[in-house]
């Protein structure tokens, strides 16, 4: 009878500790641009080992994060894959300013299906024409809004090639909308970010653009004004420690800014 008194006594103090780590363990939401989808899973348990909370994301193009947001998506922390949409929601006040920093940035390739796969020398007025055929298009994010596409107008305008490619553009809702595109032959070429084509097997890398035709590609991360909280913070901060940058430097990202 004294041993399973005691087994039940244990038994209700490792409950009574559960209970209280539970207790004291945080869910935090996160809007990050779509780019950006493995390495933050890739995070996620490693900072819950570490804190015991639990981060849940909601990937899509950095503009429809925007406008959730502003629509009061109860979100804790938000991250931009360019600083105009984070500029855009500073404005709005939709974002505690003093914890924004430039985290990561980023390459802009262009891909075709690794099946057809030939190297392109990207420069001024070069010929597009071959490329895409008769009917074909390149996809990207739509250059209205998402970021990807706004940095493939830009490079395709300083290019000299904007007014040739704008009628054949496939404007997708998200850069891995648009690599899907060319995944699936659906698309003969497209305009994403080098981390993107790391993740799709079925895509190969054709050129690159000059880093001299577009602004560069950075990544601001910030948590939220109305939930910027404690574990929120502490969150923001792993992103910006060793196992993190180790994570996006493995992927792909240029880790910016001391660790």
């Known amino acids: 009878m004294r041993h399973l008194k005691s087994a039940l006594l244990a038994a209700a103090m490792a409950a009574m500790v559960l209970s209280a780590q539970a207790a004291r363990a945080a869910e935090l939401t996160m809007l990050a641009a779509a780019s950006l989808t493995e390495s933050l899973q890739d995070i996620a348990p490693l900072y819950q080992k570490a804190s015991g909370n639990v981060v849940k994301f909601s990937f899509a193009a950095s503009s429809t994060l925007a406008r959730q947001l502003e629509q009061g998506s109860p979100a804790n922390l938000f991250a931009s894959a360019d600083e105009q949409w984070m500029d855009w929601a500073a404005q709005r006040n939709l974002i505690a300013e003093a914890t924004r920093s430039d985290l990561l940035g980023n390459t802009l390739v262009l891909v075709m299906p690794k099946d057809t796969a030939r190297h392109v020398t ?96 950075v990544y601001p991360f910030a948590t939220t004004r109305t939930g910027d909280t404690a574990e929120a913070r502490g969150f923001l901060a792993f992103l910006r420690g060793p196992e993190a940058r180790a994570v996006f430097a493995r992927r792909g990202f240029q880790v910016l800014g001391a660790p």
Do not use: C, Q
């Not at 070069?126 to 990207?140: E, S, Y």
């Not at 899907?180 to 032959?185: A, K, M, T």
């Open 122 to 217: 990207i420069d001024r007025g070069m010929n597009l024409a071959p490329l895409l055929g008769a009917d074909g298009r390149i996809a990207t994010g739509d250059p209205s809004n998402v970021p990807a596409g706004i940095y493939a107008k830009e490079a395709l305008t300083r290019l000299g090639l904007w007014t040739y490619a704008a009628p054949r553009m496939a404007a997708a809702e998200n850069v891995r909308a648009a690599l899907l595109l060319v995944e699936r032959h659906e698309a003969p070429l497209g305009i994403v970010y080098a981390t993107d084509a790391a993740v799709a097997p079925n895509v190969a890398v054709v050129g690159t653009f000059p880093e001299s035709s577009h602004a560069p590609i």
